[in-house]
């Protein structure tokens, strides 16, 4: 075999096959497709510019029947290599079946470039051409190359190109190659070959049987993720609704606007920092800014407002409603009503690759960023003083007063809590939402279905809450349309309330009254 | 159960996220009776009456009103069968006038077009100032419920309870707040609706209990630990050990 | 849940029923008062026919927030739904009347069924080129959605910030379903460019006139039913409800029942303002599910006084005045005016407007 593959790319036999294949080159549409597919075979280094200059119109023809080849430095005879004169010499033309022997056969040459970002475009070119003739440039090429990826669609494209052979023998180990392959277009390939070999109809049945098994897990996983991805992001939306209105009780329609202040705050910071030698620390650094801003916020209004409103929830709503309108207002006024940009550092940008799957690489800091918030909560719920006071003040509020915990601190310091875990949901927010002064509205009701979903009270239930819708999201996305996806989810959490009014992880007995 | 059994609890416990707040308590009354229930705090007094007025499901047991399972049904239906119920933190509503608040409370088709075009019959309104009179509120009848006393919004509330003509009357600590005259005058009062109808009171004031003078059930830890007189449950060692002892 | 401000049902007394009585007559003068020359002191522009005619729907719609909300608790925020719905069955039945006016000259299809290439008119748009039909729906469908979703939240007992918040998600998602175009109602653009109603051509005086009565009328109409059931019997259950509802259930009372009633009444005075309000408009769009609308409704009740029906109507013009004049006079201002106002009444001015002016009166 190997044997066969050095005898392949031999000069003495190429040299052959490119004399032997230029006179094609002049006669008619199928003569040239003909002779380009043979050229593309020969790997013959001087095959390539001949192409290319097919390809771009530069190579001409007398009436005799010579070839002309024009490049910057003038024209000269092929293959011999004289200087001429273009004088009448018409250029070659090509129809589509010679566009694309020309692509395959320009691809099998490239597949050779020392170039590897050249090798695999033409190894992807090489796939699209399917034909026979490519096998053995193939099969040259991957004994040598040494890239992973790029031996990975040579084989690909030699699966595909034997697919094309009249060899039942040869069409078998593409149809067996193709079969391990996880890729829309071998499953499209192996269809179309269906009908060209009716007598592998079954081999072809169960390979694509297997792709389509393949694809599909493929495809379950990348759902997956995107919904994970979305639920994070209700996540970290959420979350600081779970402390002001799970835990407090207090009802707050300026949630919205708060995860806004904290994605003007990451603006801000950056425009801050930009020039200076933090600039790429800009995201990083707007966290604790984003917190601390609204938080101050959220400390404000507790104690300027909504604690004058404590056990009125109507109006507690009415209020923050307000209180949003004028933050929002606010907001468009100083910043104006457009889009601000907060740019993505470098190592948020991209694609990060898992088995075959490309994760966007600001999804998976999202999904961590939302875990790691989450996990912050939790800490300084269950281990901190103020967390514990927290606690007592929330299950009995006159006891904790006797006790000497300062309740009217404890709330204001909760309400900033909260207020400061939705600024940093701005935060990564800025990385895929426009940041403009509604950038909340659209969280709001999302954040309050998660946490009434969830059930009310529960950190464990906010964080089930918001995986579960973004999953049923995603899930449903390709079924519905992302609009009707989300009017069912809406639908379904209503029913759902029918079956368990006080959400998944509903608390039971006397503190439920409470 | 015999035939004049009104109110038949059988083996009921409720669960509260596994703490039992009812355990297997089996209580039977009858037609007419008087029956105290008393307790220390947790003993499931409220939880029982919750479970007899729906508000409560029973995590296992029988519930029965005459031969009806209240387990099946709501509130709104168990009141309408005849069950009426008075709660220890007197609820009586606020905007509206003593009368109005009675006028909600009489024996009436309760559906929305029939509230809609109720008018007060003479036979209603002297119902109506027939209990005013019974509970002492006739001067204050058009003054909101809000102003009124805590004693006064107790009464209200008994007035309510007797508009709704109920077969069976719960009565949550209906003496909480009162003064020792209005003790003894709920007293009569509840010994005098009793007879033709029954009831179960629910009390912390034993000389209360004393005064009403009927068959006594000690409830504690969610099941019945001792019934009979006043005086023989209050030399029962086991009630001594529970209240005293420890 | 807590007692909120302790209001009985405006029982009318002689001098409020001349005050609304004289207000419903200065309303009925300004389109009489458009008909007189411009050069008279008395003339009143067709602004101001048009706006007042837009305000007393936006009152309709506010006396079926406040018969939900002030009386029984029921804080919707999915009313602007509701007028929506029934803003867009009267809009069906507008286009269907443009016929083979519209730009592409089609007989029955409007012009977007025709850009979007329908080939035929769906089966939910048949029978609203008639008015009697179209009307019915106006009503019928927001009462049927408000029977389904009262049903399903009262059943289980959803109440309070619960069921606001439910009612707004429900707002939401409509919205978003009118938004899209195979929903068959025009997408992003909604009905518009309307030609004639009953016969009339919308843009002239006369059909202003007959649109402008038709709101008076459903107003005092709208009234008179919410007097009605607030001084009845009934009227004292809902505020029973709104103050104590297990309690009222343990009187033997179905709360749900009663809550239900209430709020699919609620919903069809709501459809028919929205039914009134697009004639004279001239556009509904799914902006008007957005749940903004509903909320700032829900603030004209509380503005006017809630539990007071004087006090709804008095609210969505009072609002709206100022609306109109500060969009104008100062646009950057109205949205801190409109949330100064969530903020100022509900810390400061429990009973609205007209509790303040009944406080003065008292004293």
């Given at each position: 075999?190997?044997?066969?593959?050095?005898?392949?790319?031999?000069?003495?036999?190429?040299?052959?096959?490119?004399?032997?294949?230029?006179?094609?080159?002049?006669?008619?549409?199928?003569?040239?497709?003909?002779?380009?597919?043979?050229?593309?075979?020969?790997?013959?280094?001087?095959?390539?510019?001949?192409?290319?200059?097919?390809?771009?119109?530069?190579?001409?023809?007398?009436?005799?029947?010579?070839?002309?080849?024009?490049?910057?430095?003038?024209?000269?005879?092929?293959?011999?290599?004289?200087?001429?004169?273009?004088?009448?010499?018409?250029?070659?033309?090509?129809?589509?079946?010679?566009?694309?022997?020309?692509?395959?056969?320009?691809?099998?040459?490239?597949?050779?470039?020392?170039?590897?970002?050249?090798?695999?475009?033409?190894?992807?070119?090489?796939?699209?051409?399917?034909?026979?003739?490519?096998?053995?440039?193939?099969?040259?090429?991957?004994?040598?190359?040494?890239?992973?990826a790029?031996?990975?669609?040579?084989?690909?494209?030699?699966?595909?190109?034997?697919?094309?052979?009249?060899?039942?023998?040869?069409?078998?180990?593409?149809?067996?190659?193709?079969?391990?392959?996880?890729?829309?277009?071998?499953?499209?390939?192996?269809?179309?070959?269906?009908?060209?070999?009716?007598?592998?109809?079954?081999?072809?049945?169960?390979?694509?049987?297997?792709?389509?098994?393949?694809?599909?897990?493929r495809q379950?996983v990348e759902t997956f993720f995107q919904g994970l991805s979305l639920g994070s992001v209700l996540l970290l939306a959420?979350?600081?609704?779970?402390?002001?209105?799970?835990?407090?009780?207090?009802?707050?329609?300026?949630?919205?606007?708060?995860?806004?202040?904290?994605a003007?705050?990451t603006y801000?910071v950056q425009?801050?920092?930009?020039?200076?030698?933090?600039a790429p620390f800009a995201l990083p650094l707007a966290i604790?800014?984003a917190?601390?801003?609204?938080?101050?916020?959220?400390?404000?209004?507790?104690?300027?407002?909504?604690?004058?409103?404590?056990?009125?929830?109507?109006?507690?709503?009415?209020?923050?409603?307000?209180?949003?309108?004028?933050?929002?207002?606010?907001?468009?006024?100083?910043?104006?009503?457009?889009?601000?940009e907060v740019v993505s550092p470098a190592w948020m940008q991209g694609t990060l690759t898992l088995g075959g799957l490309s994760l966007t690489a600001n999804r998976v800091w999202i999904i961590v960023f939302g875990l790691l918030v989450l996990?912050?909560?939790?800490?300084?719920?269950?281990?901190?003083?103020?967390?514990?006071?927290?606690?007592?003040?929330?299950?009995?509020?006159?006891?904790?007063?006797?006790?000497?915990?300062?309740?009217?601190?404890?709330?204001?310091?909760?309400?900033?809590?909260?207020?400061?875990?939705?600024?940093m949901a701005g935060v990564a927010l800025s990385q895929i939402d426009n940041v403009?002064?509604?950038?909340?509205?659209?969280?709001?009701?999302?954040?309050?279905?998660?946490?009434?979903?969830?059930?009310?009270?529960?950190?464990?239930?906010?964080?089930?809450?918001?995986l579960?819708?973004g999953v049923?999201?995603k899930?449903?996305?390709?079924?519905?349309?992302?609009?009707?996806?989300?009017?069912?989810?809406?639908?379904?959490?209503?029913?759902?309330?029918?079956?368990?009014?006080?959400?998944?992880?509903?608390?039971?007995?006397?503190?439920?009254?409470? | 159960?015999?035939?004049?059994?009104?109110?038949?609890?059988?083996?009921?416990?409720?669960?509260?996220?596994?703490?039992?707040?009812?355990?297997?308590?089996?209580?039977?009354?009858?037609?007419?009776?008087?029956?105290?229930?008393?307790?220390?705090?947790?003993?499931?007094?409220?939880?029982?009456?919750?479970?007899?007025?729906?508000?409560?499901?029973?995590?296992?047991?029988?519930?029965?009103?005459?031969?009806?399972?209240?387990?099946?049904?709501?509130?709104?239906?168990?009141?309408?069968?005849?069950?009426?119920?008075?709660?220890?933190?007197?609820?009586?509503?606020?905007?509206?006038?003593?009368?109005?608040?009675?006028?909600?409370?009489?024996?009436?088709?309760?559906?929305?077009?029939?509230?809609?075009?109720?008018?007060?019959?003479?036979?209603?309104?002297?119902?109506?100032?027939?209990?005013?009179?019974?509970?002492?509120?006739?001067?204050?009848?058009?003054?909101?419920?809000?102003?009124?006393?805590?004693?006064?919004?107790?009464?209200?509330?008994?007035?309510?309870?007797?508009?709704?003509?109920?077969?069976?009357?719960?009565?949550?600590?209906?003496?909480?707040?009162?003064?020792?005259?209005?003790?003894?005058?709920?007293?009569?009062?509840?010994?005098?609706?009793?007879?033709?109808?029954?009831?179960?009171?629910?009390?912390?004031?034993?000389?209360?209990?004393?005064?009403?003078?009927?068959?006594?059930?000690?409830?504690?830890?969610?099941?019945?630990?001792?019934?009979?007189?006043?005086?023989?449950?209050?030399?029962?060692?086991?009630?001594?050990?529970?209240?005293?002892?420890? | 849940?807590?007692?909120?401000?302790?209001?009985?049902?405006?029982?009318?007394?002689?001098?409020?029923?001349?005050?609304?009585?004289?207000?419903?007559?200065?309303?009925?003068?300004?389109?009489?008062?458009?008909?007189?020359?411009?050069?008279?002191?008395?003339?009143?522009?067709?602004?101001?026919?048009?706006?007042?005619?837009?305000?007393?729907?936006?009152?309709?719609?506010?006396?079926?927030?406040?018969?939900?909300?002030?009386?029984?608790?029921?804080?919707?925020?999915?009313?602007?739904?509701?007028?929506?719905?029934?803003?867009?069955?009267?809009?069906?039945?507008?286009?269907?009347?443009?016929?083979?006016?519209?730009?592409?000259?089609?007989?029955?299809?409007?012009?977007?069924?025709?850009?979007?290439?329908?080939?035929?008119?769906?089966?939910?748009?048949?029978?609203?080129?008639?008015?009697?039909?179209?009307?019915?729906?106006?009503?019928?469908?927001?009462?049927?959605?408000?029977?389904?979703?009262?049903?399903?939240?009262?059943?289980?007992?959803?109440?309070?910030?619960?069921?606001?918040?439910?009612?707004?998600?429900?707002?939401?998602?409509?919205?978003?379903?009118?938004?899209?175009?195979?929903?068959?109602?025009?997408?992003?653009?909604?009905?518009?460019?309307?030609?004639?109603?009953?016969?009339?051509?919308?843009?002239?005086?006369?059909?202003?006139?007959?649109?402008?009565?038709?709101?008076?009328?459903?107003?005092?109409?709208?009234?008179?039913?919410?007097?009605?059931?607030?001084?009845?019997?009934?009227?004292?259950?809902?505020?029973?409800?709104?103050?104590?509802?297990?309690?009222?259930?343990?009187?033997?009372?179905?709360?749900?029942?009663?809550?239900?009633?209430?709020?699919?009444?609620?919903?069809?005075?709501?459809?028919?303002?929205?039914?009134?309000?697009?004639?004279?408009?001239?556009?509904?769009?799914?902006?008007?599910?957005?749940?903004?609308?509903?909320?700032?409704?829900?603030?004209?009740?509380?503005?006017?006084?809630?539990?007071?029906?004087?006090?709804?109507?008095?609210?969505?013009?009072?609002?709206?005045?100022?609306?109109?004049?500060?969009?104008?006079?100062?646009?950057?201002?109205?949205?801190?005016?409109?949330?100064?106002?969530?903020?100022?009444?509900?810390?400061?001015?429990?009973?609205?407007?007209?509790?303040?002016?009944?406080?003065?009166?008292?004293?």
């Open positions: 075999m190997l044997l066969a593959i050095l005898l392949l790319v031999s000069p003495a036999r190429a040299q052959d096959a490119f004399t032997a294949a230029l006179p094609g080159l002049a006669g008619g549409f199928g003569q040239i497709a003909e002779a380009v597919e043979k050229l593309g075979a020969s790997a013959d280094p001087r095959a390539l510019p001949l192409l290319q200059a097919l390809q771009e119109g530069r190579l001409l023809k007398r009436e005799d029947g010579t070839l002309l080849l024009q490049t910057d430095a003038g024209t000269s005879e092929v293959p011999t290599g004289r200087p001429a004169e273009a004088g009448d010499a018409e250029a070659v033309r090509v129809n589509n079946r010679v566009r694309g022997a020309l692509r395959g056969a320009l691809g099998s040459l490239q597949i050779l470039s020392t170039n590897p970002e050249e090798r695999l475009k033409a190894a992807e070119d090489v796939f699209r051409s399917r034909s026979a003739q490519n096998i053995a440039p193939l099969e040259a090429a991957l004994a040598r190359e040494t890239i992973p790029i031996r990975a669609q040579l084989e690909l494209s030699l699966a595909a190109s034997r697919l094309a052979s009249p060899d039942n023998a040869v069409r078998l180990q593409g149809i067996n190659a193709l079969a391990e392959v996880t890729d829309q277009n071998a499953r499209a390939l192996l269809l179309e070959t269906k009908a060209q070999a009716p007598d592998l109809a079954r081999q072809i049945d169960g390979a694509v049987a297997k792709i389509e098994g393949r694809l599909k897990v379950m959420a979350l600081g609704l779970a402390v002001t209105f799970g835990v407090m009780g207090v009802i707050n329609m300026a949630h919205g606007e708060m995860v806004m202040l904290g003007y705050a801000m425009e801050a920092l930009s020039g200076t030698a933090l604790p800014a917190f601390l801003l609204a938080a101050a916020v959220g400390a404000v209004l507790e104690r300027g407002l909504i604690r004058y409103l404590y056990g009125r929830p109507l109006e507690t709503l009415l209020m923050t409603f307000g209180v949003g309108m004028i933050l929002q207002q606010a907001v468009r006024l100083i910043f104006g009503a457009q889009n601000r996990g912050l909560v939790v800490a300084a719920i269950r281990y901190t003083r103020f967390g514990l006071e927290m606690r007592a003040v929330v299950q009995n509020r006159r006891i904790a007063a006797t006790m000497g915990i300062r309740t009217g601190r404890v709330d204001a310091l909760t309400f900033a809590f909260g207020s400061g875990i939705a600024g403009s002064p509604n950038l909340g509205t659209g969280y709001i009701i999302d954040s309050f279905m998660v946490v009434v979903f969830g059930g009310v009270g529960s950190l464990a239930g906010t964080l089930v809450g918001a579960t819708l049923l999201n899930v449903m996305e390709p079924y519905a349309g992302a609009v009707l996806a989300k009017v069912v989810v809406l639908v379904g959490i209503m029913l759902f309330i029918q079956r368990r009014p006080r959400g998944m992880f509903a608390l039971k007995g006397r503190a439920a009254e409470a | 159960m015999t035939s004049h059994t009104i109110l038949y609890l059988d083996d009921v416990s409720v669960v509260f996220d596994g703490f039992r707040a009812l355990n297997n308590l089996s209580l039977f009354v009858d037609q007419g009776e008087l029956r105290a229930i008393i307790g220390p705090n947790g003993a499931g007094k409220t939880t029982m009456m919750d479970v007899i007025t729906g508000k409560t499901r029973p995590s296992a047991g029988t519930v029965k009103f005459r031969d009806t399972d209240l387990t099946l049904l709501d509130e709104a239906a168990i009141a309408t069968m005849g069950i009426g119920r008075k709660f220890q933190k007197p609820t009586v509503f606020d905007a509206l006038t003593v009368f109005e608040n009675l006028e909600l409370a009489l024996k009436a088709p309760r559906g929305p077009l029939a509230c809609l075009r109720w008018t007060l019959a003479g036979e209603a309104r002297s119902r109506i100032e027939k209990t005013l009179e019974e509970i002492g509120l006739t001067a204050r009848a058009q003054d909101r419920a809000a102003i009124l006393s805590h004693g006064q919004r107790q009464w209200l509330e008994i007035g309510m309870l007797l508009m709704q003509d109920p077969e069976l009357l719960l009565v949550d600590e209906p003496v909480a707040g009162m003064t020792d005259q209005e003790t003894e005058h709920t007293a009569a009062l509840l010994r005098r609706i009793a007879g033709t109808r029954s009831v179960v009171v629910v009390e912390h004031d034993l000389e209360f209990v004393r005064a009403l003078d009927c068959k006594v059930t000690v409830l504690c830890e969610g099941s019945v630990l001792s019934e009979g007189t006043i005086d023989q449950v209050q030399n029962d060692p086991k009630v001594v050990e529970v209240y005293l002892g420890r | 849940m807590s007692a909120t401000t302790a209001t009985l049902p405006a029982q009318p007394r002689v001098t409020l029923r001349l005050v609304l009585w004289g207000a419903v007559l200065v309303l009925a003068l300004i389109p009489l008062l458009n008909q007189l020359p411009e050069t008279s002191a008395l003339h009143v522009g067709d602004f101001i026919v048009s706006i007042t005619g837009k305000w007393i729907t936006y009152a309709i719609l506010a006396l079926a927030i406040d018969l939900a909300w002030g009386y029984t608790g029921i804080l919707s925020l999915g009313h602007g739904a509701f007028f929506a719905l029934g803003g867009y069955a009267m809009g069906m039945h507008l286009m269907r009347l443009i016929g083979p006016r519209g730009a592409y000259g089609h007989p029955t299809l409007p012009d977007f069924m025709v850009f979007l290439g329908y080939p035929e008119l769906p089966w939910y748009w048949l029978g609203f080129d008639m008015f009697p039909y179209a009307f019915f729906m106006a009503l019928f469908i927001p009462g049927l959605l408000a029977l389904i979703v009262g049903y399903l939240a009262f059943r289980s007992r959803i109440t309070g910030v619960y069921l606001s918040i439910l009612t707004q998600a429900l707002t939401y998602a409509l919205m978003l379903a009118f938004f899209r175009n195979d929903m068959g109602f025009g997408g992003n653009n909604g009905f518009t460019d309307f030609k004639e109603l009953l016969g009339m051509a919308l843009t002239t005086p006369l059909a202003r006139a007959v649109l402008f009565y038709a709101s008076l009328v459903a107003l005092v109409g709208s009234y008179w039913i919410c007097t009605r059931i607030s001084v009845s019997k009934l009227g004292r259950v809902l505020v029973a409800i709104r103050d104590a509802e297990s309690r009222v259930r343990f009187l033997g009372y179905s709360t749900t029942q009663v809550k239900l009633f209430v709020f699919v009444i609620s919903a069809v005075l709501a459809g028919l303002a929205g039914a009134l309000y697009v004639p004279q408009v001239g556009i509904i769009n799914p902006g008007e599910f957005s749940p903004g609308n509903s909320i700032e409704a829900v603030i004209w009740v509380a503005v006017g006084g809630r539990g007071t029906l004087v006090g709804a109507v008095v609210g969505a013009f009072s609002v709206n005045a100022l609306k109109t004049w500060l969009t104008t006079a100062a646009p950057d201002l109205w949205l801190f005016a409109l949330g100064g106002l969530f903020v100022a009444v509900t810390l400061f001015l429990p009973r609205g407007l007209v509790g303040l002016f009944s406080r003065k009166v008292e004293k």
